[in-house]
């Protein structure tokens, strides 16, 4: 008696270039994103009629209440000695005398004191900025 082959299966469907592929996106949005640390606290900029782009790598936080922030150092002294650092590790890299070293960015909120900020500004120019750019919302 003679029997049949019996029927070959299929073999499944490979996933592995459906893996590669997920792989290859997933370090393609690891690589093109901007990870930054979150702000100390909530800040409103004032509106104002320009807009000019403020870039920097220093960011001052200057809240409605009058509290000053730079990264997890909170509280005005803290704050700016912790930004003194900052600016002495970036002078190491980049030439801080030839120029005028590295801007500070300032984010402060719309509801903060002229007073408070005319405060600040005598404070960060004695720490060696030449340049304070101050964060403003677009009308």
């Known amino acids: 008696m003679r029997f049949s082959d019996p029927p070959r299966r299929q073999p499944p ?52 209440e009058g509290e000053v922030a730079f990264r997890d150092a909170n509280g005005a002294d803290a704050a700016l000695s912790a930004l003194e650092r900052a600016r002495e590790s970036l002078c190491t890299e980049i030439d801080c005398e030839a ?5 500070v960015v300032l984010r402060a909120d719309a509801a903060a004191s002229g007073q408070r900020l005319a405060e600040l500004m005598p404070r960060l120019g004695a720490l060696g900025f030449a340049r304070v750019d101050l964060v403003t919302a677009a009308p």
């Open 13 to 64: 469907e490979s996933i592995v270039p459906m893996i590669n592929v997920v792989f290859l996106l997933l370090i393609f949005f690891l690589m093109t994103a901007q990870i930054a640390p979150p702000e100390p606290f909530e800040v409103e900029p004032p509106e104002a009629e320009s807009q000019a782009e403020s870039e920097g790598e220093l960011i001052v936080y200057l809240s409605g």
């Open 99 to 103: 120029g005028e070293g590295p801007p």
